[in-house]
């Protein structure tokens, strides 16, 4: 018989676990005392588990919101990608045949106006509103300042205004 110190009741040894550590080879706390402390240990871990979440996930927030802060532009620019092809579908009545991997390369191009490679939205060499199709072969990479210059033009009659006047006219 052995007695515990955590409940002062005095128990057979089979109700204690097992501790080489031990003078007597046995734990000194009870198994039942063992187990609530355990189930202590467990919920207190549970709540500062839960705690710990929470904080990393507002420090996480924060981050976001940094990252967001940082990248203003990128989200702009991946909001406006978004909408285009939303607008190219609905323009083109559900025929969309242009890849994922063929707009990235088109982005990804230097603007064929004004050789920027900043904001790069793919255009429409033949306009949608005069026939052209939402196709690889009728888009032309070109920056959102010439892209709002060139508006529903041909490319070649955008181009034949842009030699014939000079950049700070058509801008006007
Ligand atoms: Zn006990
Ligand atoms: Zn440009």
């Not at 706390?29 to 063992?34: E, L």
């Not at 285009?84 to 559900?94: D, E, Q, T």
């Not at 888009?139 to 000079?166: G, H």
Request: aromatic share 6%.
């Amino acid at each position: 018989m052995k007695r515990c110190p955590a409940c002062n009741l005095t128990k057979p040894a089979s109700e204690f676990q097992c501790n080489r550590t031990k003078a007597d080879g046995l734990q000194s706390h009870c198994r039942a005392c063992m187990n609530a402390t355990n189930t202590r240990w467990r919920e207190a871990n549970r709540e500062q588990f839960r705690e710990a979440v929470r904080v990393s996930a507002l420090k996480h927030a924060d981050r976001v919101a940094a990252w967001r802060a940082a990248n203003a532009e990128r989200i702009t620019e991946l909001g406006r990608e978004a909408s285009w092809k939303y607008k190219a579908r609905k323009r083109a009545n559900g025929i969309f045949v242009v890849t994922d991997k063929d707009l990235r390369r088109l982005l990804q191009s230097p603007c064929i106006g004004c050789g920027t490679t900043e904001s790069i939205v793919p255009d429409h060499c033949i306009p949608i509103s005069r026939g052209g199709r939402t196709s690889i072969g009728n888009l032309i990479p070109l920056c959102k300042t010439c892209n709002n210059r060139k508006r529903s033009r041909f490319l070649f009659e955008w181009k034949q205004i842009m030699n014939a006047r000079s950049y700070a006219e058509v801008t006007q």
